[in-house]
Structure formats: C-alpha cells, structure tokens
Nanobody
Framework: QPQLVESGGGLVQPGGSLRLSCAASGFTLDGYVIGWFRQAPGKEREGIACISSTGIMIKERDSVKGRLAMYRENAKNTVYLEMTRLKPEDTAIYYC????????????????????????????WGQGTQVTVSS
C-alpha cells in the first residue's frame, strides 16, 4: 500500500533547526514532485515548499524563504527538509505529499504557487509531524 511517513519534528527554541524526513513505502519517489505543507493551530493548511522529481528545482514560499533546504536520498526512498532559524510562527503540523508530474507542470520555474500547492493534485500524503518552536 503506498504510504508516506514524516518524522523529525519536536520542540525547538527560536533560532534553532530541524531536519524532517519524508519516507515512502509501496512506491518510489523517483518521478514524483514532493510538496511540504503545514497547518498551524486555527489556520488552514498551506503549502510551503516543493522539490521537483529530479531534485533540481526547489521552490519556497515567502514565509520560509532562505531558511530551508531540501534534498532527495533515492537509495532510502526519502526526501529531507531542513529548516533553520525557526520562528514561533513556524509552529505547525508538517506534512509531505507526492504527485506524479511527468510534464513538470508543478514545481517548475513557470508554475505559480497556486499550481504548486493545490492539494487536490497530490496522490499521497503523510500523517504529519508536529513542530513546536518555543522558548
């Protein structure tokens, strides 16, 4: 059964860093765009970043721009998200999601944020991992 599992969340002080993992089973992430989403208490879930199937293109929403790194480790069928200089407003449940985009219509230089983070296009979703940024 296709499945995504996020891990690596926890309690971090402002200014700290975390590395989140998105591990796939039942399918291979090769060929899929990976999106990262988060949902803060009382707010709608929002997309914050994506990485292309090749790993060449990485796009970030303004709220996390400059504080994020993403990379693929294909041998482990896993995508990693590293966040630095964390802020209290980063507190949220973080989700990864995978979408097959052979035409590269998502997470490209030409696609818009609305296109990149339209949740309905993503085939598989993880259960989420909690990130809390607080002193």
């Amino acid at each position: 059964q296709p499945q995504l599992v996020e891990s690596g969340g926890g309690l971090v002080q402002p200014g700290g860093s975390l590395r989140l993992s998105c591990a796939a089973s039942g399918f291979t992430l090769d060929g899929y765009v990976i999106g990262w989403f988060r949902q803060a208490p009382g707010k709608e879930r929002e997309g914050i970043a994506c990485i292309s199937s090749t790993g060449i293109m990485i796009k970030e929403r303004d709220s996390v721009k400059g504080r994020l790194a993403m990379y693929r480790e294909n041998a482990k069928n896993t995508v990693y998200l590293e966040m630095t200089r964390l802020k209290p407003e980063d507190t949220a449940i973080y989700y990864c999601a995978a979408v097959w985009k052979p035409r590269t219509g998502t997470c490209t230089v030409l696609s818009t944020e609305d296109q990149d983070f339209h949740e309905g296009q993503y085939h598989y979703w993880g259960q989420g991992t909690q990130v809390t940024v607080s002193s």
